[in-house]
């Protein structure tokens, strides 16, 4: 059942990684490597875990339940590993370490409003792969010219 929110890419500009720009926040989808919604990085293999998070609804609440061994941060609090946050609009939630070159850094938002100065962006159904061959071509340049 959709909630109406989705989580929101802070920088859709930066093509180092594999990660769609919205991902509607939905019960039952996983986020990770190898899940329903990929986030993988290109530079640091390991950052992301297979199985990264799960979207968890419940009534009118929607939790973030933490599944990997490099946490999640939600609203600047670290989510430990099976530990859930509870999501809402403005809500910052960063997977992999946050400060790193590779931080998934987005923000909860209505999922019906573009985020003002970007493009629309479709949602991320489970079955959606942000494995795009132009994007990981510059990301593999990028790399190469560090």
């Known amino acids: 059942m959709p909630s109406g929110l989705c989580l929101?890419?802070?920088d859709p500009t930066a093509a180092r990684?594999?990660?769609p720009n919205t991902i509607e926040l939905r019960g039952g989808i996983t986020i990770g490597r190898a899940a329903d919604v990929l986030l993988d990085s290109t530079v640091f293999p390991g950052l992301i875990s297979r199985q990264?998070?799960?979207i968890e609804i419940d009534g009118d609440?929607?939790?973030l339940h933490c599944l990997g061994l490099n946490l999640c941060r939600v609203a600047g609090e670290t989510v430990a590993r099976n530990a859930k946050a509870r999501l809402a609009p403005g809500t910052t939630v960063?997977?992999?370490s946050t400060g790193s070159p590779t931080e998934f850094l987005y923000v909860c938002e209505n999922a019906a409003a573009p985020a003002s100065g970007q493009p629309t962006n479709v949602s991320a159904p489970?079955?959606?792969i942000a494995d795009r061959?132009?994007?990981e071509e510059r990301a593999r340049r990028e790399a190469e010219e560090r």
């Open 94 to 96: 960063v997977f992999g």
């Open 52 to 54: 990264h998070a799960r």
């Open 61 to 63: 609440e929607i939790r």
């Open 17 to 19: 990684h594999k990660r």
């Open 126 to 128: 489970p079955s959606m």
């Open 133 to 135: 061959p132009e994007a």
């Open 8 to 10: 929101r890419l802070q």
